[in-house]
């Protein structure tokens, strides 16, 4: 029940943002959430729902939650999805160790 409910919140505030030329992409700051929101489906549901209204989707995110975060974005590969404040120290460490295989598996 709760989770019908959402979903249809999500869609009405969806419809509306789609109704505001100006309002290009959604943001979803998930670094102070509980590890593995970004791969429950709810949320990846609610993040095609978004790409279906022709939204981008912006992550906000921890470097310990990168790993996960490679999970989303292969569920995720029809949405164009962007990775905010990637300049953080131990995101560029993180990238620079796992670059090599993040390309290999993709």
Known sequence: ML?????????????EY?????????????????????CRPAFIEGIHKAGRKGFHF???ITCNQL????ELVRQCDDVSLMLDHLRKARHQEWLRSS????????
Request: some cysteine; charged content about 35%.
């Open 3 to 15: 989770a019908s409910r959402t979903q249809k919140k999500l869609d009405a505030v969806l419809d």
């Open 18 to 38: 789609a109704a505001d030329p100006f309002i290009r992409g959604i943001r979803h700051n998930i670094q102070w959430n509980r590890r593995a929101l970004p």
């Open 58 to 60: 912006e992550l906000c």
């Open 67 to 70: 790993e996960e975060v490679l």
């Open 99 to 106: 670059r090599g295989k993040a390309k290999s598996s993709d």
